[in-house]
């Protein structure tokens, strides 16, 4: 059974998020957090505390089963668009630029491995 954790609000842009979630997409836990433990980018501490929170999801979705972090993997991981907040910027000849602050909401769904035996 699979377990989802969602962080809201982030003042991060969408698209520094997404560049670290395609890191982790697909890999096993364990790997995941090895990746973002000696990841430089700022939203690897982000991902890394959805990450954690998705994994204790699925630990008390599945009270009786005790995995360890490389029995677990990244299912899906996808980062959406939030609100913006509107700023403006003085600019010449008494004119404004407006600046958008982005933010985005990080969703990381995990689950177990299913090991197929191929003949």
């Known amino acids: 059974m699979q377990a989802k954790a969602i962080l809201r609000h982030t003042p991060t842009s969408p698209r520094k998020m ?18 973002l433990h000696n990841s430089t980018k700022s939203a690897s501490r982000n991902v890394m505390v959805t990450l954690k929170s998705a994994v204790a999801n699925w630990s008390q979705l599945n009270p009786d089963e005790r995995l360890n972090d490389n029995e ?4 899906a991981i996808f980062v959406d668009e939030g609100p913006s907040l509107k700023r403006l910027l003085p600019a010449p000849m008494g004119r404004a630029y407006r600046i958008r602050k982005r933010s985005n909401h990080l969703t990381i769904v995990v689950d177990k491995v299913e090991n197929k035996v191929t003949k």
């Open 18 to 35: 997404r560049l670290v979630a395609g890191l982790v997409r697909g890999k096993r836990v364990d790997q995941a957090k090895a990746i």
């Open 72 to 75: 677990l993997f990244v299912k």
